[in-house]
Protein backbone atom coordinates (compact mmCIF):
# COMPACT_ATOMS: atom_id res chain seq x y z
CA UNK A 1 0.00 0.00 0.00
CA UNK A 2 1.51 3.63 -0.93
CA UNK A 3 1.45 5.97 1.91
CA UNK A 4 2.87 9.44 1.95
CA UNK A 5 3.29 10.38 6.09
CA UNK A 6 4.30 14.02 6.25
CA UNK A 7 5.78 15.62 9.58
CA UNK A 8 7.59 18.47 11.05
CA UNK A 9 4.82 20.92 10.99
CA UNK A 10 4.58 23.51 14.05
CA UNK A 11 4.39 26.87 15.01
CA UNK A 12 7.12 29.79 14.59
CA UNK A 13 7.81 33.17 14.71
CA UNK A 14 8.05 35.19 11.11
CA UNK A 15 11.07 34.83 9.70
CA UNK A 16 12.12 31.85 11.38
CA UNK A 17 12.62 28.14 9.65
CA UNK A 18 10.99 24.48 9.54
CA UNK A 19 11.69 21.34 7.73
CA UNK A 20 9.03 19.44 6.94
CA UNK A 21 9.68 15.77 5.78
CA UNK A 22 7.19 13.29 3.94
CA UNK A 23 7.85 9.56 4.49
CA UNK A 24 6.96 7.44 1.36
CA UNK A 25 6.65 3.73 1.61
CA UNK A 26 5.12 1.20 -0.10
CA UNK A 27 6.48 3.03 -3.42
CA UNK A 28 7.29 -0.08 -5.93
CA UNK A 29 7.47 2.94 -8.74
CA UNK A 30 10.91 3.93 -10.18
CA UNK A 31 9.54 6.79 -12.21
CA UNK A 32 7.79 9.94 -10.18
CA UNK A 33 7.40 13.26 -8.76
CA UNK A 34 6.59 14.57 -4.73
CA UNK A 35 5.11 17.59 -4.74
CA UNK A 36 4.38 19.73 -1.72
CA UNK A 37 0.75 21.47 -1.41
CA UNK A 38 -0.49 23.88 1.07
CA UNK A 39 -4.00 24.72 2.12
CA UNK A 40 -5.06 28.25 3.67
CA UNK A 41 -8.05 28.31 5.84
CA UNK A 42 -10.97 29.18 3.15
CA UNK A 43 -8.73 29.25 0.06
CA UNK A 44 -7.53 26.45 -2.60
CA UNK A 45 -5.10 24.03 -2.24
CA UNK A 46 -1.86 25.44 -4.40
CA UNK A 47 1.48 24.08 -5.80
CA UNK A 48 4.73 24.92 -3.71
CA UNK A 49 7.38 22.77 -4.89
CA UNK A 50 8.03 19.42 -6.53
CA UNK A 51 10.73 17.33 -7.33
CA UNK A 52 11.41 14.49 -9.41
CA UNK A 53 13.18 11.11 -9.02
CA UNK A 54 14.38 10.32 -12.58
CA UNK A 55 16.94 13.33 -12.41
CA UNK A 56 16.20 15.80 -8.81
CA UNK A 57 15.02 18.62 -10.81
CA UNK A 58 12.90 20.88 -8.91
CA UNK A 59 10.41 23.24 -9.11
CA UNK A 60 9.02 26.39 -7.15
CA UNK A 61 5.82 28.37 -7.51
CA UNK A 62 7.02 32.02 -7.21
CA UNK A 63 5.51 32.79 -3.64
CA UNK A 64 7.95 30.40 -2.32
CA UNK A 65 11.24 30.81 -4.58
CA UNK A 66 14.25 31.50 -2.73
CA UNK A 67 12.95 30.87 0.77
CA UNK A 68 12.24 27.17 0.55
CA UNK A 69 14.09 24.82 -0.80
CA UNK A 70 12.68 21.00 -2.07
CA UNK A 71 15.63 17.89 -1.60
CA UNK A 72 15.23 13.95 -1.53
CA UNK A 73 17.26 11.24 0.39
CA UNK A 74 16.62 8.10 -1.29
CA UNK A 75 18.17 6.02 1.22
CA UNK A 76 15.78 7.04 3.95
CA UNK A 77 12.56 7.31 1.05
CA UNK A 78 11.72 10.89 2.36
CA UNK A 79 11.41 14.10 0.58
CA UNK A 80 12.24 17.27 2.52
CA UNK A 81 11.21 20.95 2.51
CA UNK A 82 13.05 23.37 4.07
CA UNK A 83 11.42 26.50 5.02
CA UNK A 84 13.34 29.57 5.81
CA UNK A 85 12.34 33.19 6.12
CA UNK A 86 8.67 32.33 7.20
CA UNK A 87 5.83 34.70 6.71
CA UNK A 88 2.65 34.66 8.49
CA UNK A 89 0.95 34.29 4.47
CA UNK A 90 2.43 30.39 4.62
CA UNK A 91 0.23 29.24 7.49
CA UNK A 92 -1.51 26.54 6.00
CA UNK A 93 -1.92 22.15 6.01
CA UNK A 94 1.33 21.20 4.32
CA UNK A 95 0.68 18.22 2.17
CA UNK A 96 2.98 16.39 0.33
CA UNK A 97 1.67 13.92 -2.70
CA UNK A 98 3.12 11.88 -5.71
CA UNK A 99 2.32 11.66 -8.93
CA UNK A 100 3.41 8.42 -10.75
CA UNK A 101 5.38 8.79 -14.78
CA UNK A 102 4.93 12.31 -14.86
CA UNK A 103 5.45 14.02 -17.90
CA UNK A 104 7.42 17.03 -17.06
CA UNK A 105 7.36 18.37 -13.98
CA UNK A 106 4.69 20.97 -12.46
CA UNK A 107 2.13 21.49 -9.55
CA UNK A 108 -0.93 20.66 -11.08
CA UNK A 109 -3.22 19.38 -8.38
CA UNK A 110 -5.49 17.06 -10.55
CA UNK A 111 -2.29 15.22 -11.59
CA UNK A 112 -0.90 13.86 -8.57
CA UNK A 113 -2.28 10.25 -7.50
CA UNK A 114 -1.46 9.56 -3.93
CA UNK A 115 -1.89 12.53 -0.46
CA UNK A 116 -0.48 12.58 2.55
CA UNK A 117 -2.53 13.53 5.43
CA UNK A 118 -1.58 17.05 6.04
CA UNK A 119 0.84 18.80 8.68
CA UNK A 120 0.12 21.99 10.09
CA UNK A 121 2.54 24.70 9.70
CA UNK A 122 1.72 28.18 11.51
CA UNK A 123 3.52 31.17 11.44
CA UNK A 124 3.02 33.75 14.04
CA UNK A 125 3.89 37.60 13.18
Known amino acids: EVQLVESGGGLVQAGGSLRLSCALS????????IGWFRQAPGKEREGVSC????????YYADSVKGRFTISSDNAKNTVYLQMNSLKPEDTAVYYC??????????????????WGQGTQVTVSA
Open 26 to 33: GFTFDDYA
Open 97 to 114: AAEIKPIGIGLALALYDY
Open 51 to 58: ISSHDSST
